[in-house]
């Protein structure tokens, strides 16, 4: 039965780690970026993220992104810097049309820093990308 359960995989869809200046405070920091890199605008994002180890749990933070454009990004969260020590596990959950798509990407522990920082699709800003 579960042969015939059709999972679409999810392509060209990404969330990304990118440090920016925040004026308010003016210091740079950490965000996080949902990157939709498909023709298609993606609808009723669903964003579920978490921090653990194996001694530590980060409590659970929900977002919710009605759409996002084809070619797009849009800011999910700031991470702080006590969190980039642990592994960072987002998952969403979005429509593609009339499927439902589903991926979970994780940040490892301490692969959140700038020596490694490479170009990012759709975002002008080097980052990192999940796994």
Do not use: C
């Amino acid at each position: 039965m579960k042969k015939d359960i059709d999972i679409p995989e999810v392509k060209n869809v990404h969330l990304a780690a990118v440090k920016v200046f925040n004026e308010e405070f003016e210091v740079y920091e950490w965000n996080v970026y949902l990157i939709n890199n498909t023709g298609k605008p993606i609808e009723m994002v669903l964003i579920v993220s978490k921090g653990f180890d194996k001694k530590r749990e980060t409590s659970l933070m929900r977002h919710k992104l009605e759409v996002l454009p084809a070619k797009s990004f849009a800011k999910v969260e700031y991470l702080q810097d006590e969190v980039l020590q642990l592994n960072n596990e987002f998952k969403i959950s979005y429509f593609e049309g009339s499927k439902m798509m589903e991926k979970t990407f994780i940040f490892k522990p301490n692969s959140i820093k700038e020596s490694a920082a490479a170009k990012l699709p759709v975002i002008p800003e080097e980052g990192i990308l999940a796994e």
